[in-house]
């Protein structure tokens, strides 16, 4: 949502990305001559490390592990570490995401263009998962076209839900 000031004549942005990755998309605002106000309309809650742990530990073997946003890639390198998820092929659907992980050393898949699910789905390593197990981390309640697009494709999808968003 946009509008203009009646004092400074300057475009006013609502930026509604919840906390820590709010930051980047604020100052992107601002360097383009607008004025950011932050009102995020949900925060986001970390699931329990250990829980994290355990359930990524039980599912160990994983052929594939989708991580869907900045959020969950800093909890899962904060609850199973880097060591524990290079055994894994990892992609994501963007550069932010990507950017987390790369950080830690992790090779990324990421897809050349776009940052959607339907983008992840074009990516080789995801093309023929028949019989593959794939974790896909992320938050309760989000697109399920991966999951179903893989299941479809004959993956084993386990879903690692490591954090929660919150209304505010």
Same mark, same amino acid.
């Given at each position: 949502? *946009?509008? +203009?000031?009646?004092?400074?004549?300057?475009?006013?942005?609502? !930026?509604?990305? /919840?906390?820590?990755?709010?930051? *980047?998309?604020?100052?992107?605002?601002? +360097?383009?001559? @607008?004025? /950011?106000?932050? @009102?995020?309309?949900?925060?986001? %809650? =970390?699931?329990?490390? %250990?829980? !994290? +742990?355990? %359930?990524?530990? =039980?599912? &160990?073997?994983?052929?594939?592990?989708? !991580?869907?946003?900045?959020?969950? *890639?800093?909890?899962?390198? $904060?609850?199973? &570490?880097?060591?524990?998820?290079?055994?894994?092929?990892?992609?994501? /659907?963007? $550069?932010?995401?990507?950017?987390?992980?790369?950080?830690?050393?992790?090779?990324? %898949? !990421?897809?050349? =263009?776009?940052?959607? =699910? $339907?983008?992840?789905?074009?990516?080789?390593?995801? $093309? &023929?998962?028949?019989?593959?197990? #794939?974790? #896909?981390?992320?938050? /309760?309640?989000?697109?399920?076209?991966?999951?179903?697009?893989?299941?479809? +494709?004959?993956?084993? #999808?386990?879903?690692?839900?490591?954090?929660?968003?919150?209304?505010?």
């Amino acid at each position: 949502m *946009a509008w +203009r000031s009646l004092v400074t004549g300057a475009l006013d942005v609502v !930026v509604t990305r /919840p906390e820590p990755d709010h930051a *980047a998309l604020l100052t992107a605002v601002e +360097r383009r001559g @607008c004025r /950011p106000i932050h @009102c995020p309309a949900f925060r986001l %809650d =970390s699931a329990d490390p %250990d829980r !994290v +742990r355990r %359930d990524f530990l =039980s599912g &160990s073997g994983f052929d594939r592990l989708i !991580v869907t946003s900045p959020m969950a *890639a800093r909890i899962l390198l $904060e609850a199973v &570490s880097a060591a524990r998820l290079a055994g894994t092929a990892l992609l994501a /659907p963007g $550069e932010g995401t990507a950017g987390v992980l790369q950080a830690a050393g992790l090779h990324v %898949d !990421v897809p050349v =263009s776009g940052a959607t =699910s $339907e983008d992840l789905l074009r990516l080789p390593g995801l $093309e &023929s998962v028949g019989g593959l197990a #794939i974790a #896909i981390a992320g938050a /309760p309640g989000g697109r399920a076209l991966l999951g179903q697009q893989l299941g479809a +494709r004959g993956a084993r #999808i386990t879903r690692l839900n490591v954090y929660r968003r919150v209304a505010r």
